[in-house]
């Protein structure tokens, strides 16, 4: 039996996991049509309050040709922990990392699996950074200053044999936009005003 | 008027800016005697719900010689918007990046700040990633996956000429644990269970 039996006959094409498939396939082949409906631009603004403490909005982007608002109002606190001399009334930014990977590589496990016909029972995951402070404390020149080393385990479970589990979350790596920004950087341009 | 006299008269070393700045320097002292001191481990774990949508939580974290759980129950949701088929429960993924990128710049400014005996008034930032969805989607095998290029531009101010405060915000970008692992990229390690 092929893989593209096995895919058919599961129905990849009706809602699964909550993804609706249709939807999802409809919209890949209109973005490959008309490639500009692709460029998104996502944003955010932040506000320091104090000592290390700021806040973040997410309110709107823009992508699919035109100009999007959330429907919630995410507000993001950040901040850093006692033993950094903050009041941990967030997590310390570099958290948000992990949070961010682990959610990317997540979501594209629910649609990939919906697209191969998989129903998944449960997707969990553990993100850990190793970071040593000397870097950004300026007490050595050869620490970097962000992480060493992420690792990410995720355990998984659905109606198929492991090794299709596995391809799964293999092809969301393969895919994932944070897994790429984390791995193989992003230019960044920093710009100031003052008043 | 040298900097470091310049320093001096504006009192560097009381708290400022909501920083304690001598427990700072402290804390700074302590990492330079006990290096392994400085090494931290932050974590994060995650919880798929159904299509794009899953659940963070940012709980415990070591470093400074022991374990931690922050304070707060802290939890991040992540979704897709509509046009990405999702139900736009929380931000994308790739959105946290830009928080935790304005955070942690802006946390240094502070803490920078109090230490050049800078009070500050304000800091706001915006930032902007750009990204062509063509590389996720698989449309394209030129497009990268993640995003094109971030901007993020500060306005700052504060008891301080214009080029000091660019200064400040300069020396926090250069020791900016975000900013360097978005710009310059870390190994991720992804490992797979099923069950």
Redesign the interface.
């Known amino acids: 039996m092929s893989a593209t039996t096995a895919t058919t006959t599961r129905a990849p094409k009706e809602p699964r ?4 498939t249709p ?2 396939l409809a ?2 082949n209109a ?2 049509e008309t ?1 500009a409906l ?17 806040e ?1 909005r ?1 309110e709107s ?1 823009s ?2 040709g035109g100009e ?1 608002v ?3 109002d ?1 507000r ?1 606190a ?4 006692a ?4 009041q ?24 990939i699996a919906a697209v191969r016909g998989v129903t ?1 029972t ?18 050595s020149s050869t620490v ?14 659905g109606d198929a044999p ?1 090794e299709k ?2 391809e799964i ?2 092809q969301s ?1 393969a ?21």
């Open positions: 996991n909550g993804v609706n939807v999802l919209t890949i973005v490959k490639p692709g460029k998104f631009q996502f944003r955010a603004t932040n506000r320091w309050v104090d000592g290390t403490y700021s973040s997410v982007f992508g699919a999007h959330h429907q919630s995410f993001y950040a901040d850093h922990p033993v950094l001399v903050g941990d009334r967030g997590p310390t930014p570099i958290e948000f990392l992990l949070h961010g990977l682990a959610a990317c590589i997540t979501a594209g496990i629910g649609n998944l449960s997707v969990e995951s553990r993100v850990e950074g190793d970071i040593d402070l000397a870097g950004i404390l300026g007490l970097r200053n962000g992480y060493e080393r992420i690792r990410i385990s995720f355990t998984i479970a492991p589990l596995r979350v293999e790596r895919r994932s936009a944070v897994f790429d920004v984390l791995t193989n950087g992003v230019p960044v341009d920093v710009t100031v005003n003052t008043r």
